[in-house]
């Protein structure tokens, strides 16, 4: 039953509405917000507070709200902690209170309130310390018990969320009054204008207002001004969308809820989008946020912001209650008041703490104003039931009401200004903090988030920011005409709390009073940063918007200090929380991460490979032919028609930096453990880095195309991170050198054409200018060519898998046409692709190191390429290369194993010595990789192994605990094709 409801406001009054809150089923209209509905219902009590879970009701109406934290739907798109200020209702809506055990009317964590005195500011200091053995069994479980707020359903959320990116000159944050005229100004300027407001209807607090506007109506003058904008091309409005952060170069994170006003989301809709803005200039016109005025149990349900109350009147036109006692220090809550009254509300008195509240505000007809008065205490532990009012002369007097409507002055909203460490500065007008100067690079401020607070002065600051920020860009304007409103002087003393108070709350929703503060300052957490650590004031949900600025009066008072003098904390994003859904948009399941195809994806996906993912990249792992039953099959096909004929392979993935300039050479010589500086244009040279403690983390490599001109390869696993290394060595160790870095791994399609007859092949499709012939491109030679009649192309003469092979590279665009041409033109030699598994197959049976055996633990000399290491110049990590623990004699060298009777070896598997105890104090080494080889006819490994060089032929136990296997191995050469390399140099 809509006991409170009224009548006017914003709201579909035809249009009931349908939904629940813990478990009772309620009544609302279309336009109502969740906390409006529920207050037209009767409902105050709405939550508890975090840690003593006292009763809590609304305070606000908009996103600062600390208190009404409800639990929305049910199953995967349950969502807690969700403020009921600002959901939209709609048919269905379920929702519930959180923070409570048993019921929200019966919470039994209520006890916590009872021991107060014990759970003071900072008593998780104090306690918990003993006995030492109850942390853990004891402490420390209650107390994650009772932690947070909502719960999670653990489900995943059908629903889909996304991301995204916009350009703009102008971004304007907020549409009310200041943002408005802003828009306006920009849009009729040509300006390509971006329009964000948090709420679903543009206007800020001429929604809430009545008097805004002098000389037509705030509904008539938003309709003509949205209609306005809505036709021009080059403004896009953004009803929901809150943004959330202020970034470098003018990057702005803003919360689009696409569909959280629905119970479903249509199939093809996002349910929110985080967009990230690009916009060469900001105006910021967040508005205002009113603050409260502490008091004895001012928490009480029913105790709300003067400003809310209004709102809730005249734009939902829905009243707290019958009877509203008001209590503030300046016009604006007379003129809650004033609204309140023509509703039909009785409002039995306006506590005005100004003695000469009369003189300022004038008589309000229908109630009593009681100048110099202050609300020393409430009654009513689930809601307000009356308040005790101490007069001017010093008598008390009770007055019965169903609620409180508080005003202790509006604070501009300064979050975005901060999010870039911007400190605002304190304004003797408002009594307030301001924006100071250093806002983020672009942005304005205007309206009352500048502290203009009349409407007037709101709308004239928005349309001559606008301009500004137009004339920053170039860009001539003329601020738009606006309407005749209200511009009256602010008229406020400040009172930030009633003295002699026990229990006046300051932050809501953390539960910090005034007594919590005087603690602080007490036990010497007087600084803002320390205050607001020791209380939590400010550290809940809703970053202290409405309790911040109390808390630092009252320090201030406690340390004799202003306001300024003590300090002010500042905002940091996002602004509201945002989901994780919302952050991580389609990344989630199979795309939590990007799938890189590579060139050769279409082509070999038509021949029915089998894919694998290596890292973000989606590879070929083996290409089944008809009648192979198994991949060990298919595999083993591709490795001997590569070694017999020849093989095709996309090698894309392998990351390729392309370094110029004058001292390219000099850099990678650096780089590199071995030299670089002297190798020839027209060659490649194998290379190994070091980290800086000396252990080798990739290998790959280089070739001079140019003097100043080299094409660096590292391993696919390795290539962010050499690059990210490489390009800090540029920038941060050698920034002298004249050196360019640029990733050019997606834009070169390469593949691997190995086997005997790989060079006839090529010949094929190489334009006759270039000659490839052993003699004029010989072993590791490389070079510019043309392929195919014309098309620029790189080939490079290395091998990983022993036989003679060249990787050609083309622009990654004809990638899928030169696959297609080399196994057209290879069609005569019976070319063979091959995928990830027969190249592994390969570079084991060559002994080549990878990925596990570069796993971070190895050397150079552990790998068997210490003579690489120079020591004729200097590198990255070759002085720690050279510490006594790390060329050990009998260290750990790689070497190959072949199992005596035929079993299986497995990678991961430890040896051990053929007799003697199994266990960790007698580990040998360990297999890194494993395969069968179908040119030796058995299975085989690479190991490291202790002394592993000098113990060739030795007979070792290769055991798997996990699997149960323990296979006889035989220490052989990590070389078992073709170990003295002369197919690779035929």
Request: aromatic share 8%.
């Amino acid at each position: 039953m809509s006991i409170n409801r009224l009548t006017g406001g914003l709201i579909d009054h035809n249009a009931p509405v349908k939904f629940s809150f813990d478990g009772n089923t309620y009544e609302g209209r279309s336009g109502d917000t969740l906390a409006s509905a529920l207050l037209a219902n009767g409902v105050r009590l709405m939550g508890r507070s975090f840690k003593y879970h006292r009763p809590r009701g609304v305070v606000t109406a908009g996103s600062e709200e600390p208190n009404a934290l409800v639990q929305l739907r049910t199953g995967g798109r349950q969502e807690p902690n969700t403020r009921a200020t600002t959901i939209e209702l709609f048919n269905g809506l379920t929702a519930k209170s959180q923070n409570r055990l048993v019921s929200l009317k019966f919470d039994a964590l209520g006890i916590n309130d009872i021991f107060h005195n014990f759970l003071a500011a900072g008593f998780y200091y104090k306690t918990f310390m003993w006995p030492r053995a109850f942390w853990e069994k004891l402490y420390e479980p209650v107390i994650r018990n009772a932690a947070g707020l909502g719960n999670l359903s653990l489900e995943d959320d059908p629903d889909c969320y996304d991301k995204g990116f916009l350009h703009c000159d102008l971004l304007i944050v907020g549409a009310g009054p200041a943002g408005l005229a802003a828009a306006l100004t920009a849009g009729r300027a040509g300006a390509r204008v971006i329009l964000a407001e948090e709420d679903f209807l543009l206007g800020g607090r001429l929604l809430a207002e009545t008097g805004g506007l002098t000389d037509m109506s705030a509904a008539d003058w938003l309709a003509v001004t949205q209609a306005e904008l809505a036709a021009m091309d080059n403004v896009r409005i953004m009803p929901r969308t809150t943004v959330v952060g202020a970034y470098d170069h003018g990057i702005y994170g803003a919360l689009e809820r696409v569909a959280d006003h629905v119970p479903i989301p249509e199939s093809d809709r996002p349910r929110q989008i985080f967009w990230r803005i690009y916009a060469k200039q900001a105006v910021v016109c967040a508005g205002g946020i009113e603050r409260p005025i502490s008091f004895e149990n001012n928490d009480r349900p029913g105790v709300m912001l003067a400003g809310a109350v209004r709102a809730y009147v005249n734009r939902w036109a829905v009243t707290p209650a019958q009877s509203v006692v008001v209590f503030t220090n300046n016009d604006d809550g007379h003129r809650t008041a004033r609204d309140l009254i023509v509703k039909g509300v009785s409002v039995p008195a306006v506590i005005d703490v100004r003695v000469d509240a009369c003189a300022s505000a004038g008589d309000i007809e229908g109630t009593e104003v009681l100048a110099g008065a202050q609300i020393v205490d409430t009654k009513g532990r689930l809601g307000i039931k009356s308040v005790t009012i101490r007069l001017a002369n010093g008598q008390t007097r009770v007055v019965p009401c169903g609620a409180v409507a508080v005003s202790g002055g509006w604070n501009p909203n300064l979050g975005l200004t901060c999010h870039q460490r911007g400190r605002p500065v304190w304004n003797d007008t408002i009594h307030a903090f301001v924006p100071g100067a250093d806002l983020p690079v672009g942005q304005l401020v205007a309206g009352a988030a500048n502290g203009v607070m009349s409407t007037h002065g709101a709308l004239k600051s928005g349309a001559e920011g606008a301009v500004q920020a137009l004339a920053n860009m170039g860009i001539d304007a003329h601020p738009a005409e606006i309407p005749r409103a209200e511009d009256a002087p602010l008229s406020i003393t400040p009172f930030w709390h009633v003295k002699g108070a026990k229990r006046a709350w300051v932050d809501f929703q953390n539960d910090v009073t005034v007594k919590d503060i005087r603690l602080a300052h007490q036990e010497g957490f007087r600084s803002v940063e320390h205050l607001k650590r020791y209380t939590t004031l400010g550290m809940a949900t809703d970053q202290g918007k409405t309790a911040n600025l109390t808390g630092l009066a009252v320090m201030a008072e406690l340390t004799g200090k202003t306001i300024p003098e003590t300090g002010a904390t500042i905002f940091r994003p996002p602004y509201t929380p945002v989901a994780m859904g919302a952050l991580a948009g389609r990344a989630v399941g199979r795309e939590f991460h990007p799938t890189r195809l590579t060139p050769s994806h279409k082509w070999a996906k038509e021949q029915g490979a089998e894919f694998v993912e290596v890292g973000n990249w989606l590879r070929a792992q083996y290409f089944p032919r008809s009648g192979e039953t198994n991949w060990r099959q298919s595999v083993d096909r591709e490795v001997l028609a590569t070694r017999r004929s020849v093989g095709v392979c996309d090698v894309t993935t392998l990351g390729k930096i392309d370094v110029q300039g004058a001292h390219a050479a000099t850099f990678l010589n650096k780089i590199y453990a071995n030299g670089f500086g002297k190798l020839p244009v027209g060659k490649v040279r194998y290379g190994v880095m070091l980290r800086e403690d000396g252990v080798a983390y990739d290998d790959g490599t280089a070739a001079r195309l140019a003097e100043d001109h080299f094409v660096v390869t590292t391993t696919t696993a390795n290539a962010v991170l050499v690059y990210r290394n490489m390009e800090f060595a540029r920038q941060c160790l050698w920034p002298d050198l004249d050196v360019q870095l640029v990733s050019t791994t997606e834009a070169w399609a390469q593949y691997a054409v190995a086997g005997p007859n790989s060079r006839k092949v090529l010949q094929k499709i190489v334009d006759a200018t270039f000659d490839i012939s052993n003699d004029a491109f010989p072993f590791m030679a490389c070079g510019e060519i043309t392929v195919c009649g014309g098309l620029r192309a790189r080939l490079f003469r290395i091998s990983f898998s022993g036989e003679l092979a060249y990787e050609i590279a083309v622009p990654t665009q004809y990638g899928d046409a030169l696959m297609r041409r080399l196994i057209e033109e290879g069609a005569e030699y019976d070319i063979t692709p091959y995928g990830t598994e027969a190249l592994g197959v390969m570079r084991i049976e060559k002994g080549h190191a990878a990925g596990a055996e570069l796993n971070g633990t190895t050397t150079a000399s552990n790998l068997g390429l210490g003579r690489m290491v120079s020591k004729k110049k200097d590198c990255i990590g070759n002085t720690l290369s050279e510490r006594d623990g790390m060329a050990l004699d009998g260290a750990m060298a790689l070497v190959g194993l072949k199992p005596t009777n035929g079993d299986t070896i497995l990678a991961g598997a430890h040896l051990m010595n053929l007799e003697g105890p199994v266990d960790a104090a007698q580990d040998q080494g360990y297999v890194t990789s494993a395969a069968y080889s179908p040119v030796v006819k058995s299975s085989i490994g690479l190991s490291l192994l202790k002394d592993g060089s000098n113990r060739m032929g030795e007979t070792l136990r290769a055991i798997s605990p996990l699997d149960g296997s323990d296979v006889l191995v035989q220490v052989v050469s990590a070389h078992f094709v073709d170990p003295d390399g002369g197919r690779l140099r035929d």
